[in-house]
């Protein structure tokens, strides 16, 4: 019997298409996941975020019996969650609402007041600051409030008596040493000018006390360099610092509701009746 003839083998010279196919398989993969991630929500990665930042929040407490710390993980927060956050996005509104309800008065005292001419309006860290210079308040190197002083405080002070705001007065110098019987620094001046205005704004003006408060910080926080004449002038100065007050923002009117000032409403007695009902309030 004749013994069959072998056939040489096909040699396959197709067979870099497996691969090359399978690296455009992978290839277009990646670009289908790089597109995917480029079209991301960002307002469900935010949610997320946030979500995830409750969930790991953590909060210090000292350990009852030992004298170290503990981690003690933060409970969520499901019920009223939502009621709670409406509450301060109402509040954030309001603030903003009184915010520029006290600025549009305060342009227009400067208008009317020509002892408020060289006042200034500022936002410093979310903070309304309105910023008088020394010149317009005290004498050199003294801390009585002189008579321009008092009027240009009297108009800031009928705007203020009635909205919901604490006043921080921050009294500040230049980088001269200061040394004599009355005021061994600049922190003694800063803080004695600050003290007088807060005096004046409560026995003049009769602001309530319990919202206000005075700073003294020397020549610590310039404005401008105190190398000229100008500058130094710039630093010398006192800063009225408004913070609203949330507490005694539930307790006041609606911020668009009209108010009176003091020569409209009755005079002192009116006006002393008003601060013991806002300190009650508080």
Known sequence: MARKKKHPEHVNHERWLISYADFITLLFAFFVVMFAVSQVDSKQVGRFTESFTDALEWQIFEAKGGKGFMAEKKPATIVGQSTKQAGKAVLGRNTNMMREQIEEQVRRSMVRVPQLKDLRILEIRGELVLRLPEQLLFESADTRVNDDGQAALSAVADILRDKAVTL?????????????????????????????????LVEACHLDPTRLAAVGYGEHQPVASNDTDEGRAQNRRVDLVLVADPDVAEAQPDAGAPTAGPDLDGGTAAREARAADAGAAL
Do not use: C, M, Q, Y
């Open 168 to 200: 921080r007065v921050e009294g500040h110098t230049d980088n001269r040493p200061i040394r004599n019987l009355r005021f061994r620094s600049n922190w003694d001046l800063s803080a004695g000018r600050a003290t007088s205005v807060i005096e004046f």
